[in-house]
């Protein structure tokens, strides 16, 4: 059974770091695509960025472009999204899913595995 665990979500004032880790159970990150997503209350979950299958890509959403980043360590079977210049409307509830397949890594439908998310609260 495929279990991924986000951690590392809190409070944060605005301009503030944080580094959400996601670890895999079940499933090795090697040879999947690796995403982050995350939902604001009352909104659509949203792309934020992704890690390729072989690892040597990355994609990012615009608006967290050049402030996040995220990276993969199939050693220990863990994924971080570290995430700086946080802004308040960064606030929401972050999620890590995995995808067997290379393309649509923005889209949700494209992703098998999710995982029961952490929360990021921006103060202003």
């Known amino acids: 059974q495929v279990q991924l665990a986000e951690s590392g979500g809190g409070l944060v004032q605005a301009g503030g770091s944080l580094r959400l880790s996601c670890a895999a159970s079940?499933?090795?990150?090697?040879?999947?695509?690796v995403g982050w997503f995350r939902q604001a209350l009352g909104k659509e979950r949203e792309f934020v960025a992704a890690s390729s299958r072989s690892g040597s890509n990355t994609y990012y959403a615009n608006p967290v472009k050049g402030r996040f980043a995220i990276s993969r360590d199939d050693s220990k079977n863990t994924v971080y999204l570290q995430m700086n210049s946080l802004k308040p409307e960064d606030t929401a509830v972050y999620y890590c899913a995995t995808s067997p397949f290379g393309g649509n890594w923005y889209q949700t439908s494209a992703y098998d595995y999710w995982g029961q998310g952490t929360q990021v609260t921006v103060s202003s």
């Open positions: 079940g499933r090795t990150f090697s040879g999947y695509t």
